[in-house]
């Protein structure tokens, strides 16, 4: 198999993995949903693939830590303080942080782990969801 068609393989797993992560989260009225989460993915993906084969000297994980350091700033982005000290949003950052790492595995050839993780991703995210005393 030519290499791009691996590559070509390697961002239509991530961006798949991804999506449904967000299709979940759009499932369950979050703001973040399918289409945000495949771009993540797949943006990955692509960083990733660039750093492995674009460059004659890169090192894929000074890649992939610049990857986790800029999702971090989006995932932030989610995360909203409500009056009452009440904090939204952190499950979404955690799944756009997830989500990048997903496209990064995918990337680099790590296809059972990226789909062992998503399906763990799932198993927790259609866990029950505690309530605090007097929430709705």
Known sequence: MPIWVEQVLRILLAGALAGIIGFQRER??????????AL????????TLAGMFGFASADTSRVAAGIVTGI???????????????????????????????????????????????????????????RSPGEK
């Open 40 to 47: 993540i993915g797949v943006g990955a993906a692509i960083f």
């Open 28 to 37: 369950a009225g979050k703001p973040v949903g399918l289409r945000t989460h």
């Open 72 to 130: 971090g700033f989006l995932g932030a982005g989610t995360i909203l303080h409500r009056s009452g000290g009440v904090i939204e949003g952190l499950t979404t950052a955690a799944t756009i942080w997830l989500v990048a790492a997903l496209g990064v595995a995918a990337a680099v050839g790590m296809y059972a782990i990226a789909a062992v993780s998503t399906g763990i991703a799932l198993i927790v995210l259609y866990l029950p969801h505690p």
